[in-house]
């Protein structure tokens, strides 16, 4: 994993810490503001910006190319605003890329203040938050016309200016908007001098963890994975990387295939993430293992117990676990990556323990919309030890707990927040709701959940979702505790959310397991009413669980509880079956019902070997299984079904 060369893109500086202390201390001496950190991020104009697949080539930008497309960008959009008061707030909608890039700067540069549009929001939402913050205008990659109700400025259409930059006078604030998963949707507005501090404070742990800072190759590649415009992705991966003069490489598509691939291609040393995408990718490896049946799963496990009775020694173990491993790393992201840091919310211990295992170092982060990225848990030992520790608040940053609950300052927070129209000035502590613990001796914070996701239980007590679904969490199925309404009163209720290509018959040794599983813990105390459901927990946008969403829907009628009596009635027919037989019908370019169930792939349908790896590919995307691409003994609709339904329950259990 070492890197073969050493970096040569470090501004003429020989060394890494050199490099960052010297760049760190001119922010330091700088005015912070906007005109004056975009002189500095682009000061080592040779350097590649971006990267990004184009068929068979990688097209690359350098940070030279990019300045200059601001520099003529700039002054086309202040003409497009000349009707526009200066500091009008512009909205930015765009994909992570270098266009989005180019687009930021250059709004900052023609004097306006930015707005970063996050689309998950949809809608009126996002219609009202761009009412509440008064954005003038939309600058987005879609060809021009209304949008959400506003003038669209593509910057591919106008006419670059060639003209004098160098007195430009900048924009003052970037507004990033809440990810949407609380009741009010709120805008938290960012200087550069809050954005210097979050760069400041990721100048130290560059030059104090060895691992984060890791090249390959001599180089340094940063996956553009989370959105820009969300405040992980604006100061962790954006902010963090581009001061210091990194890569950025595109991802076209969040499906694994794809996402290994441009790893692997490109040669990534950095993926900053949330749990989901590290849960998804888990949860595939242990797939694979298992449809391998040849014993890997305990040869896994037997590595990772070796593995942990080397943590007395993490020279010895490093290097324990990149030879041990060496074959896993290399099915899944190759041996460039360096580090990986995960945030939005917990992700659970197994998956942090199997990724720092096989020699993927991974830690928590920790920040909000309205405070920044305000900590990451870099030490080695406490990584390996407790892996739900967030670490310790950066040196611009200060945490205090307050009734069980973490309260944040800082000079690196949110400027002012705009919610609900008002804008307020956070306190010197902001209260951020999350439920959190600290061992004095260890100095460990862990985020234990939300105190406004608190349900209270039957006999009155505060109940923390994330603890109690905590119970369920072997089990092929996603639970979610929510307080529901229901008759004037509050009902602490257990979503079970079930795969809809189950068999009846697990969906009943599912019930059953969960049933015993509140029988055994005492939940029955705590949980009033359970709900199994086949119908999406989660929308494909959504990082995580929205628990005051899935209540509503639940109120409202629109999760449909799964009917026990009509599955047992209907045990024959299987929807496995139903998704085999079209598969096949798919690649085959044939109707279904001209297809014997018991007929081989390739002798009696006349399939090939290219359309067969065609067919495991779907069903292992659709099913969520790993399908052999041997075909030996499940080169039939009927074998092949009952291969993976066998999967997909023994997965469950």
């Not at 998963?181 to 960012?190: E, G, I, L, Q």
Request: charged share 25%.
């Amino acid at each position: 994993m070492n890197s073969k060369r050493k970096p040569d893109n470090l501004g003429g500086y020989k060394e890494i810490d050199e490099y960052v202390r010297a760049k760190s201390e001119k922010l330091r001496q700088s005015g912070k503001n906007y005109a004056e950190l975009f002189e500095l991020m682009f000061s080592e104009e040779e350097n590649v910006l971006f990267e990004e697949k184009s068929g068979i080539k990688i097209i690359k930008t350098t940070y030279k190319e990019a300045k200059k497309l601001v520099q003529g960008l700039a002054p086309a959009l202040e003409k497009k605003f000349a009707d526009f008061p200066k500091g009008s707030y512009i909205g930015l909608d765009m994909p992570n890329s270098v266009e989005w890039i180019v687009a930021l700067w250059a709004i900052l540069a023609a004097g306006c203040n930015v707005v970063l549009i996050n689309q998950r929001l949809g809608g009126r939402v996002l219609e009202n938050c761009l009412a509440e913050t008064q954005v003038r205008a939309v600058v987005t990659d879609t060809a021009t016309g209304v949008k959400y109700g506003l003038p669209a400025v593509c910057p591919a259409e106008l006419q670059l200016i060639d003209s004098s930059f160098e007195k430009k006078e900048f924009g003052t604030e970037i507004l990033v908007m809440s990810s949407g998963t609380s009741s009010h949707v709120k805008c938290c507005a960012y200087t550069a001098r809050e954005i210097a501090d979050q760069i400041l404070d990721s100048s130290k742990i560059i030059r104090e963890c060895k691992t984060l800072k890791r090249h390959y190759n001599g180089e340094l590649k940063q996956l553009a994975l989370l959105p820009f415009c969300h405040v992980f992705g604006l100061t962790a991966v954006y902010f963090w990387f581009a001061f210091f003069s990194r890569t950025f490489v595109k991802i076209d598509s969040l499906s694994s295939a794809n996402v290994r691939d441009t790893v692997i291609r490109h040669r990534v040393t950095h993926v900053f993430a949330v749990p989901l995408f590290f849960e998804t990718v888990f949860s595939q490896v242990m797939l694979a293992i298992e449809a391998r049946g040849d014993g890997s799963d305990r040869k896994l496990e037997k590595g990772f117990e070796i593995s942990r009775k080397l943590d007395f020694c993490p020279p010895l173990r490093n290097l324990f676990d990149r030879i041990a491993f060496k074959e896993v790393r290399k099915r899944l992201f190759g041996d460039s990556i360096s580090y990986f840091i995960c945030g939005g919310s917990s992700v659970r211990p197994e998956v942090l323990e199997f990724f720092n295992r096989i020699g993927y170092p991974i830690s928590n982060g920790y920040g909000m919309s309205e405070i920044g990225i305000t900590s990451v848990e870099l030490r080695e030992k406490i990584r390996f030890a407790e892996p739900l520790s967030v670490g310790l608040p950066f040196s611009s940053i200060q945490y205090r707990v307050s009734g069980g609950k973490l309260e944040v300052s800082g000079s690196s927070r949110a400027k002012y927040i705009i919610s609900d129209g008002k804008r307020t000035v956070p306190d010197e502590y902001f209260e951020t709701n999350d439920l959190v613990s600290f061992d004095t001796e260890k100095k460990i914070y862990k985020i234990l959940g939300r105190s406004d996701e608190l349900v209270i239980g039957l006999s009155g007590e505060n109940l923390n979702p994330q603890l109690i679904e905590a119970n369920f969490d072997k089990l092929a199925a996603k639970t979610c505790l929510c307080a529901v309404k229901n008759g004037g009163k509050t009902v602490p209720t257990l979503v079970v959310g079930l795969n809809s290509n189950l068999s009846g018959k697990t969906k009943s040794a599912l019930r059953d397991a969960v049933r015993e599983i509140i029988r055994t813990n005492g939940l029955e105390r705590q949980i009033e009413n359970v709900i199994f459901t086949d119908s999406p927990l989660m929308d494909p946008d959504d990082i995580k669980l929205n628990r005051r969403r899935i209540a509503s829907r639940v109120a409202d009628g629109l999760i449909l509880p799964v009917d026990f009596t009509a599955v047992a009635q209907n045990n024959g027919t299987s929807p496995v079956l139903s998704a085999v037989r079209a598969a096949f019908s798919k690649v085959l370019g044939r109707p279904e019902d001209e297809l014997d169930a018991a007929a081989d792939f390739f002798s009696e349908l006349g399939g090939s070997s290219f359309q067969w790896f065609s067919l495991c590919a779907d069903l292992s995307e659709e099913l969520k299984i790993a399908i052999p691409e041997s075909p030996e003994g499940i080169s039939s609709i009927r074998s092949l079904a009952s291969y993976a339904e066998d999967r997909i329950e023994r997965i469950s259990r």
